[in-house]
């Protein structure tokens, strides 16, 4: 069965500080990968997405980045956070053995930026 | 802008009553229509998906789409105390990015009342 990780699972970072959010997924090959934020009184934002290594589609302007490095691993980065970077930070997978368009979410990384 | 639309509740409802949760969504080329079902704290699971219109039950839930009013609800029968919850509503909508996310409602909040 498919399991994706997220860590840490919870984070604590000052203005200015750079950022390292990691998610991988066991259990299945070639899937699609999101990152979506759920920020106070918001909704799910979806952030970037990739259908492979190497292919990233940044979905809102802003200073985060993500990178594919391996097939199953999805990392979300930043130089220098914001107060506005605060927020609920999920991971999400889908894969063509899945019902069209289905996205299953890790556990998230709670980000405080102080 | 497109929008998926949501009553945030809370919406309170008798342990063995049917809760009904309703979404409506702005892209009429949308296909795939979820709901999450989201614990405090927690991250969203998926509950029910529906591509079709009409009903699609599964155990004591139901989801149903109306593509010509562009609605889509959720039906819980013999609610429970552990359905309380956040009910996120999920509509594949293609970005401006062209990118093939989800876009969320921001969620009704359900309370079962023993």
């Known amino acids: 069965s498919q399991t994706i990780h997220q860590w840490p699972a919870t984070l604590v970072q000052p203005v200015g500080s750079p950022l390292s959010l990691e998610c991988t997924v066991e259990?299945?090959?070639?899937?699609?990968l999101y990152w979506y934020r759920q920020a106070a009184g918001r909704g799910l934002q979806l952030l970037f997405y990739?259908?492979?290594?190497?292919?990233i589609s940044s979905e809102v302007p802003q200073n985060l980045s993500a990178s594919r490095p391996q097939d199953r691993q999805f990392i979300l980065s930043s130089k220098k956070l914001l107060l506005s970077d605060s927020g609920f930070y999920l991971c999400?997978?889908?894969?063509?053995?899945?019902?069209?368009?289905?996205?299953?979410f890790g556990p998230g990384t709670r980000l405080t930026v102080t | 802008q497109k929008e998926v639309e949501q009553n945030s509740g809370p919406l309170s409802v008798p342990e063995g009553a049917i809760a009904s949760l309703n979404c409506t969504y702005s892209?009429?080329?949308?296909?795939?229509f979820f709901w999450y079902r989201q614990y405090s704290g927690k991250s969203p699971e998926l509950i029910m998906s529906?591509?079709?219109?009409g009903d699609k039950e599964d155990g004591r839930f139901t989801a149903q789409l109306n593509k010509a009013s562009q609605y889509v609800s959720l039906l819980i029968r013999d609610s429970q105390p552990s359905d309380s919850a956040t009910y996120l509503c999920?509509?594949?909508?293609?970005?401006?990015?062209?990118?093939?996310?989800?876009?969320f409602g921001k969620g009704t909040h359900l309370i079962i009342q023993p």
């Open positions: 990739s259908v492979g290594i190497g292919q």
């Open positions: 259990g299945t090959s070639n899937p699609n």
């Open positions: 529906i591509y079709s219109n």
């Open positions: 999400a997978w889908s894969a063509v053995d899945r019902g069209p368009h289905e996205q299953y």
């Open positions: 999920a509509v594949n909508i293609k970005s401006g990015g062209g990118a093939d996310g989800l876009t």
């Open positions: 892209d009429r080329g949308s296909q795939s």
